[in-house]
């Protein structure tokens, strides 16, 4: 072999070396700066999806990036999830305190229902680790069970300042009496005031306890039929004593044979407390109208006055127990602010409800509604006869103006 062919051979034996060392740095570098493939959560335990879908409470299942994997409808129904992430910080911060060491947390929490508005949402959560990277959390709903708390509590607090005024006022009146033991007329005046104060502590523990038992009682016993109009007569008639004091006028305009399934005598309690307020609250010399008719399957009982009105933002609050608008002329009436207290729960007993519709200055008008029992008489009482609109003439209430369906 010449010289010339060795050295060409020389030379290309070294371009091919060159090429391949190129191309191994090349490869040595591209290895050196790759990207790893991410690792891949392990999977959920078979069957955990399913028991998320039956769940009654809000379940959330996430990974270790705090990533929303599964989730149950109540979660998504609360708002605790919004796409693939937990919508509040509480959440997430939980997640990751029983991620990073493993121990099952228990906490309440007060949540916001939405992005928007201040409504709030008390949640009793448990969050427990879910094998090696998923997290739970379990939530359920305590927003009621707060709610029903505080009125328990209100309802405590309540009943003993409301029994220590007349209490109280026995109390002095039993002094002064003693210290004016050689002045007739002064005992007289006092003995007369301790029988008002008595009077009024009797209707107050009388309804305590009306309203106990009212709330104790899911349903009704031994619901019976019972006259609609005659139940409004005998409230009326309770009730004519103290309109015939102020000069009130008592209207009624009933549609006849309207009946309903339950207890008379609660009936009877429930319209004469309305009719008791419409005249307690209403000047001399003005009317109080109670109007009975059937309106499809329903049969609504309207008590309707001409007194000062309720102010709009009073009137979501007037069926609490102990709740007075005008707290210095409640006590005045002799008022113990559980009258409406008990009609809203004598109507819920019978699968009904009481509503309210009331203006500043053009009165108010309470109605109750209740199913109605079987008509045995036809279809007839579905359209508002000529009673009604006497009705609403006697009241001076425009046909218009219907109670607000709350």
């Known amino acids: 072999m010449d010289v010339g062919t060795a050295a060409v051979l020389s030379g290309f034996a070294g371009l091919v070396i060159g090429v391949f060392a190129v191309l191994a740095v090349r490869y040595s570098e591209r290895e050196m700066y790759a990207v790893p493939e991410p690792e891949q959560p392990p999977a959920l335990p078979s069957g955990v999806g399913d028991v998320l879908a039956v769940l009654r409470s809000s379940a959330i299942v996430v990974d270790s990036s705090d990533a929303v994997i599964n989730s149950s ?61 998923h997290v739970l959390l379990l939530l359920d ?15 405590v607090v309540n009943v003993s300042h409301e029994l220590k005024t007349p209490v109280g006022g026995l109390r002095l009146l039993a002094e002064a009496v003693e210290d004016a033991k050689d002045d007739p007329e002064a005992v007289e005046r006092f003995a007369q005031r301790m029988q008002v104060e008595t009077a009024r502590l009797a209707q107050l523990v009388k309804e305590i306890v009306d309203l106990s038992r009212l709330q ?7 619901p019976r039929l019972v006259d609609v109009g005659a139940a409004v007569q005998e409230a009326i008639e309770w009730s004519r004593t103290g309109a015939d004091a102020k000069e009130i006028e008592l209207a009624v305009a009933a549609e006849p044979d309207l009946k309903v399934f339950g207890d008379e005598e609660l009936l009877v309690t429930a319209v004469r407390n309305l009719v008791g307020n419409a005249i307690a609250y209403s000047d001399a010399g003005t009317k109080v109208a109670v109007g009975v008719r059937r309106t499809g399957d329903t049969v609504e009982v309207s008590v309707a006055d001409q007194g000062h009105g309720i102010p709009e933002e009073e009137q979501s609050r007037i069926f609490e127990r102990f709740y007075r608008v005008d707290t210095a002329r409640s006590r005045a009436t002799g008022g113990t602010g559980l009258g409406l207290a008990i009609v809203k ?4 007993n019978h699968g009904g409800d009481v509503t309210v519709w009331s203006r500043e200055g053009r009165g108010s008008t309470f109605t109750i509604r209740l199913p109605a029992a079987a ?8 359209q508002p006869g000529p009673t ?12 218009g103006d219907e109670p607000t369906r709350g």
């Open 388 to 399: 009604l609109q006497t009705f609403r003439t006697t009241t001076g209430h425009r046909p």
């Open 375 to 382: 008509d045995h008489s036809g279809e007839a009482g579905d």
């Open 73 to 133: 409808p109540a979660a998504v129904a609360y708002g605790l999830v919004r796409g693939q992430e937990l919508a509040h910080t509480e959440l997430r911060e939980l997640a990751r305190q029983v991620r990073r060491d493993g121990v099952i947390r228990e906490a309440e929490l007060e949540l916001s229902r939405g992005p928007l508005g201040m409504g709030q949402v008390f949640m009793q959560a448990r969050v427990a680790p879910l094998g090696s990277s």
């Open 216 to 222: 104790v009682a899911d349903a009704l016993h031994e």
């Open 141 to 155: 709903d305590r927003t009621e069970a707060r709610r029903l708390e505080e009125v328990r509590r209100d309802f």
């Open 345 to 348: 729960h004598i109507c819920a």
